[in-house]
T-cell receptor, first 117, second 117 residues
Framework: KAGVTQTPRYLIKTRGQQVTLSCSPI?????VSWYQQTPGQGLQFLFE???????NKGNFPGRFSGRQFSNSRSEMNVSTLELGDSALYLC????????????????FGEGSRLTVL | AQTVTQSQPEMSVQEAETVTLSCTYD???????LFWYKQPPSRQMILVIR??????QNATENRFSVNFQKAAKSFSLKISDSQLGDAAMYFC??????????????FGKGTKLTVNP
């Protein structure tokens, strides 16, 4: 069973640009979550999508947005990049049914390393 | 809001010995889940062990076990017979059951574990 796939793995952008990151979840998983990982702030929750609907959202500015497609693939976008957006962006997928049939385990991708110059 | 604290930024252990990683959390909720995730240098995070708050019995997974003290809001991870492959960042995480089915995790800052041969 293929794992969570994130693309691109590495990218470099300059301030003011925008970036789109992609995440393909494990087959059959309906939930995708995004986290930002930095040395200073650690892992911070960005948002979560389940069956194309945003189910939860973290405390990030409106420059950070996401969406989920009918095949459960998800994208996140960051507009008007700032130096502080440099981070590892992790995507995680799950069945999305933690309260019912799922175990609640999140399966993480290897991340997209964004550097903003 | 819930918080998770890992007070040991770094720990080291000799191969074959036992090490305990600490985690405390703050919550006013009575039911929740706690997790330990491992992030090796390759960066893909994987679940190590999971504990449901309503279960008094401590979870175990092979060489990994937890000491869950609900009243003290403490959730430590014990690794027995440490192996070189256990070297990684370890993150403690909390998940509320009162967030509309969302699987959002609140992470601690992590503990870097070094295993010495």
């Amino acid at each position: 069973k293929a794992g969570v796939t994130q693309t691109p793995r590495y990218l470099i952008k300059t301030r003011g640009q925008q970036v789109t990151l992609s995440c393909s979840p494990i087959s059959g998983h309906r939930s995708v979550s995004w986290y930002q990982q930095t040395p200073g702030q650690g892992l911070q929750f960005l948002f979560e999508y389940f069956s194309e609907t945003q189910r939860n959202k973290g405390n990030f500015p409106g420059r950070f947005s996401g969406r989920q497609f009918s095949n459960s693939r998800s994208e996140m976008n960051v507009s008007t990049l700032e130096l502080g957006d440099s981070a590892l962006y992790l995507c995680a997928s799950s069945s999305g049914l933690a309260g019912a049939k799922g175990t609640g385990e999140l399966f993480f991708g290897e991340g997209s390393r964004l550097t903003v110059l | 809001a819930q918080t998770v604290t890992q007070s040991q930024p770094e720990m080291s252990v000799q191969e074959a010995e036992t090490v305990t990683l600490s985690c405390t959390y703050d919550t006013s909720e009575s039911d929740y889940y706690l997790f330990w995730y491992k992030q090796p240098p390759s960066r893909q995070m994987i679940l190590v062990i999971r504990q449901e708050a309503y279960k008094q019995q401590n979870a175990t997974e092979n060489r990994f076990s937890v000491n869950f003290q609900k009243a003290a809001k403490s959730f430590s991870l014990k690794i027995s017979d440490s192996q070189l492959g256990d070297a990684a960042m370890y993150f403690c995480a909390y998940r509320s059951v009162y967030q509309g089915g969302s699987e959002k995790l609140v992470f601690g800052k992590g503990t870097k574990l070094t295993v010495n041969p």
